[in-house]
């Protein structure tokens, strides 16, 4: 899995941590190598998508 929160109001080279975070994209590389299918807003990824933000703490 490849998965990528961002903060845009926060620059991530001078800033180490947000409150505020978005999902930009999450990736089966096993499914999709080539990352053309992005995960995120799909029901069936939602509980990877939990674990993988709780996992960001």
């Known amino acids: 899995m490849r998965y ?3 903060n845009k109001n926060k620059n991530g080279w001078k ?3 947000s409150n505020v975070y978005v ?3 999450l990736y089966d590389l ?3 190598p ?3 299918h992005n995960l ?3 029901l069936a990824y939602s509980q990877v998508c939990a ?3 709780w996992l960001r703490y």
């Open 30 to 32: 096993e499914v999709d």
């Open 51 to 53: 674990v993988m933000n």
């Open 4 to 6: 990528k929160t961002v």
């Open 23 to 25: 999902e930009q994209y």
């Open 15 to 17: 800033d180490s941590c």
């Open 40 to 42: 995120i807003g799909d």
């Open 34 to 36: 080539y990352e053309q």
